[in-house]
């Protein structure tokens, strides 16, 4: 017979165990609801930089829903890539709120992963960071990071968060200013954001995740010019790059403010 101690420990980590399923299991939910809810946006924004928002279903012609837009009603296909953007956001809200679901900040951190999902899905269909999408992002997050430090009491963490965005933003239009175009400014917008929730964990954070992304870029350009896919003049979206280098800082840091 177990004695109590064991048989309590034993208890709690099946407890444990079953809480960690139902977390994992309630956050991708979340993450197919969020990547569900923009889907609609993804596919209007998908137009080139100037060009009117898309209205239309690209198979029959069909006008889009003016709101939840994500199956035809007239053809019954998929606007986009079938389950591509509500598996993705899933996946990556799953993975954040493994990571960070105890703490104050974690509706940033999630905030900016849905964001970036559909930022990125746009940035490879047409090479474009729509400002209806990032700008808004701005004080969605300041305000979410504000409550956090609020509810934390960590006043450093947001303030190490504002000046690592600027940092970030700032480094990213040098970069957009000598890189004759390679750099967007897009790309400068997104990198404030990046900038917010990296400095939001640490400066080391930051650091990592600014490189991640420039190294991300660099393998897959370098598979892709080994595969003929591109050539050295190609113009790659950097967007996904600087958003998945983001996503690795922030997974990889033991920095965890309260």
């Not at 053809?75 to 809200?93: D, M, Q, Y």
């Not at 964001?115 to 979410?144: E, F, H, K, W």
């Not at 947001?158 to 004759?180: D, E, K, Q, T, W």
Request: with cysteine.
């Amino acid at each position: 017979m177990l004695d109590g101690p064991v048989r309590h420990s034993m208890d709690a980590g099946v407890r444990g165990d079953g809480m960690d399923v139902m977390w994992a299991a309630t956050s991708a939910a979340a993450g197919l609801v969020a990547g569900l809810a923009l889907r609609g946006e993804v596919v209007r924004l998908s137009v080139r930089g100037g060009e009117p928002d898309e209205a239309a279903c690209a198979a029959c012609a069909a006008p889009l829903p003016r709101r939840l837009a994500f199956l035809c009603g007239n053809c019954g296909r998929w606007f986009g890539p079938p389950l591509a953007i509500e598996i993705t956001s899933a996946a990556v809200i799953a993975l954040l709120l493994a990571k960070f679901g105890g703490q104050p900040a974690v509706a940033a951190f999630a905030y900016l992963g849905v964001i970036g999902v559909a930022l990125s899905q746009i940035d490879l269909a047409v090479q474009r960071l729509p400002d209806r999408l990032t700008l808004p992002a701005y004080p969605a997050l300041v305000t979410l990071l504000t409550v956090a430090a609020a509810v934390g009491d960590d006043w450093a963490a947001l303030i190490r968060a504002v000046l690592a965005g600027l940092a970030l933003g700032g480094g990213y239009l040098v970069l957009s200013l000598v890189s004759g175009g390679q750099v967007g400014g897009g790309d400068v917008k997104l990198a404030g954001l990046a900038g917010l929730v990296l400095g939001w964990l640490s400066w080391d954070t930051l650091i990592i995740g600014a490189f991640a992304g420039f190294l991300l870029a660099a393998l897959v350009s370098a598979g892709l010019l080994a595969a003929r896919k591109i050539t050295k003049q190609s113009r790659l979206s950097f967007g996904p790059y600087l958003l998945g280098g983001a996503l690795l800082a922030t997974l990889a840091t033991s920095a965890v403010p309260r």
